[in-house]
């Protein structure tokens, strides 16, 4: 167990783990939050007051934090050498409890200092666990099994729940009794999910036999005296949508210019009628939810100017789905030794050029998106006067270009590596902090300082610097220079 213990402190435990920069981050912000908050009491009416923005924060924190320690947990125990290594597994199992009990009482702390009750908290932390340490999407991927899609829905549902804050704060108010009950309903589950039982070693079946199967490519004898080969490939899921009802063709429908040249498949976007009804299906859930919550906490009628206040963010998070995924091309790199070489771009700088000639395809096609749908709809809930409409306009176009080459310093600073976890980082850091500071200046109902103004614009001409810099750096960098094995 200790030696499992000391792989949390080395850089096995960092290496590709990309949810720990994320949980830092998250963490320090939410304990700055809380320790600057010096108000004598947080209990009102008998209910436990959150300060603002610090509930979103630690429970970010809190579920980065464990999901790192999950996906190292679950990445030792589904490696082909822990069935083989006597009480590698036992070790494992009882170190991840440690880590994570580690963790529950580190984010535990700011918490306290607030004045809530440790047996809440401890519960709120429970239910934490049992939907980060999910071992459907944990590390290796080769090694899952199937995605269990109910609980993946709940657990996702639970997540975002307990974003908002009148949640957290009506878990931290609950009595004693109730509490208990949740706590150990959620350690029991978090104890049950991190069990593991290894699948049989390979080759344990009878010699000779090859527990390998190729799917995609099949050979079949002789015919004519010549050999045959049949490749079988296995649709894509985009491919089968598309043969599938209208409805389905018409949500992926692309431009023509964002598939010329050919481009990995992370480079794929919605179209403008998937990306509407992602922005609708956003509103929609998030109207829903806090009118629940209106009601549950007054018993009565939701109030229509409580709503729009609590809906301004619609338009965070709208602009947080258009710039989240637009640097995940930067850590897949598998398929671009295929493109290089059959595709007829030339050397790796144009290839690298033509990458991010189609990123900014992207990016500017989310960014006007998000401008059309944000600022009309940020101005309306926030009850602001129309002449704010063109800087409005103007401000969030600039920050959702200017975010989407952020990941691209990671390039500039560390050009001769893929460094996934800094992506990442930079990627999380500005959709999340960057975008909810900006727009929570916008849409105040005081003007916007110059320098905010200033340094929102300054995403265009930073995005043209990366985008010069990038492509160089790309072109010297670390990718497969041959496809995966299979």
């Not at 702390?109 to 429970?126: D, K």
């Not at 593991?196 to 050979?219: D, L, Y």
Request: glycine content about 6%.
């Amino acid at each position: 167990m200790q030696h499992a213990l000391r792989l949390y402190l080395s850089p096995v435990f960092f290496r590709e783990n990309y949810a720990f920069l994320t949980g830092v981050t998250w963490s320090t912000v939410a304990f700055f939050v809380a320790f600057q908050d010096h108000a004598a009491t947080h209990w009102q009416n008998g209910i436990f007051k959150l300060p603002e923005s610090f509930s979103l924060w630690w429970w970010l924190g809190l579920q980065g934090l464990v999901a790192s320690g999950a996906a190292q947990y679950w990445r030792q125990v589904r490696s082909p050498l822990a069935s083989m290594t006597p009480g590698m597994i036992a070790a494992e199992y009882k170190a991840i409890h440690a880590v994570l009990a580690f963790i529950m009482l580190l984010m535990a702390v700011p918490l306290l200092y607030l004045g809530a009750p440790l047996l809440n908290i401890l519960a709120q932390e429970s239910l934490s666990l049992a939907l980060s340490v999910n071992s459907d999407t944990a590390t290796p991927k080769a090694l899952r099994g199937p995605i269990r899609l109910f609980r993946a829905l709940l657990l996702m549902g639970v997540f975002v729940l307990f974003l908002f804050p009148q949640v957290q704060e009506r878990l931290l108010s609950l009595p004693w009794y109730m509490a208990l009950g949740l706590l150990v309903v959620g350690t029991a589950l978090t104890v049950i999910e991190l069990a593991h039982t290894p699948r049989p070693a390979v080759g344990q079946e009878g010699a000779g036999q090859q527990s390998v199967s190729i799917k995609a490519v099949s050979f079949r004898g002789r015919s004519k005296g010549k050999p045959s080969r049949s490749v079988e490939v296995a649709p894509s899921s985009q491919d089968a949508a598309q043969r599938g009802s209208g409805l389905i063709r018409v949500m992926l429908w692309q431009f023509p210019w964002l598939r010329n040249p050919p481009v990995p498949n992370t480079m794929m976007s919605p179209g403008p009628v998937g990306y509407l009804a992602g922005c609708v299906l956003a509103v929609v859930s998030i109207f829903i939810m806090h009118a629940l919550l209106e009601v549950l906490q007054t018993f009565a009628v939701p109030n229509w100017a409580a709503l729009k206040k609590s809906m301004l963010m619609a338009p965070q998070l709208i602009c947080i789905m258009s710039v989240s995924g637009l640097a995940s091309w930067m850590q897949v790199r598998a398929d671009w030794p295929f493109l290089l070489n059959l595709a007829g771009y030339g050397t790796r700088l144009d290839f690298a050029r033509a990458l991010y000639a189609t990123h900014a395809k992207r990016t500017v096609q989310n960014a006007v998106f998000a401008t059309v749908i944000c600022s009309p709809l940020g101005i309306f809930l926030a009850g602001l006067h129309w002449s704010r409409l063109p800087v409005t306009l103007l401000a969030i176009f600039c920050i959702v270009v200017g975010i989407g080459y952020l990941p691209s310093l990671g390039l500039i600073f560390s050009p001769r590596k893929n460094r996934p976890a800094l992506t990442q980082l930079l990627t999380a850091g500005g959709s999340i902090i960057g975008v909810q500071l900006a727009l929570g200046l916008l849409f105040s109902h005081h003007a916007v300082p110059v320098w905010a103004l200033v340094v929102m614009v300054a995403g265009i001409p930073f995005s043209a610097v990366m985008a010069w810099l990038a492509p160089q750096a790309l072109a010297k960098a670390d990718w497969p220079i041959e496809p995966a094995a299979p």
